[in-house]
């Protein structure tokens, strides 16, 4: 599982991007909680609660 971190320009933390596996990536905020993840194999973006939030890599979009 390799995780990006995302921080501010003033080097604060912003949040994660976990990529667990060819089928879900997933995006968390500083304190770990998942708000969102893509799907690269059909190419969507899903908020937390499953609803669908658009096609392609939309994770940061949810920060």
Same mark, same amino acid.
């Given at each position: 599982?390799?995780?990006?971190?995302? $921080?501010?320009?003033?080097?604060?933390? $912003?949040? !994660?991007? &976990? &990529?667990?596996?060819?089928?879900?990536?997933?995006?968390?905020?500083?304190?770990?909680?998942?708000?969102?993840?893509?799907?690269?194999?059909? #190419?969507?973006?899903?908020?937390? #609660?499953?609803?669908?939030?658009? !096609?392609?890599?939309?994770?940061?979009?949810?920060?």
């Amino acid at each position: 599982m390799a995780v990006t971190t995302l $921080k501010n320009a003033d080097g604060s933390l $912003k949040g !994660f991007i &976990h &990529h667990l596996s060819n089928y879900r990536v997933e995006i968390r905020n500083p304190n770990g909680e998942p708000l969102g993840w893509y799907n690269p194999s059909n #190419n969507i973006t899903y908020q937390i #609660n499953g609803a669908v939030m658009g !096609f392609g890599d939309l994770l940061t979009s949810l920060l």
